[in-house]
């Protein structure tokens, strides 16, 4: 790799702001606000909005619109 050119590799908290989830990686992603992990060290803290504690797919809250049922349940009550 050419030096100087990519951006640094270091670990980084990750926290999901509506689950609560906070996890640490590796990453390139770069903050101003840092956070004390619970191994006592200070890691650059990232803000993300949703993660696999939050999203619906993961947490099995999805819900699924059924439009062609509700469209016939329209058409037999109406008679259209």
């Known amino acids: ?6 951006p640094e590799y270091r670990p980084v908290v990750f926290r999901d702001r509506a689950g609560g989830l906070s996890f640490l990686t590796r990453s390139t992603a770069t ?13 650059p803290v990232v803000d993300v909005e949703t993660s696999s504690a939050s ?26």
């Open 1 to 6: 790799m050419k030096q100087g050119v990519h």
């Open 31 to 43: 903050s101003g606000r840092t956070v004390e992990w619970t191994d006592g060290r200070t890691y």
């Open 55 to 80: 999203h619906p797919f993961y947490t099995g809250k999805a819900r699924l619109l059924d439009t062609a049922g509700r469209v016939e349940l329209y058409r037999r009550r109406y008679g259209l």
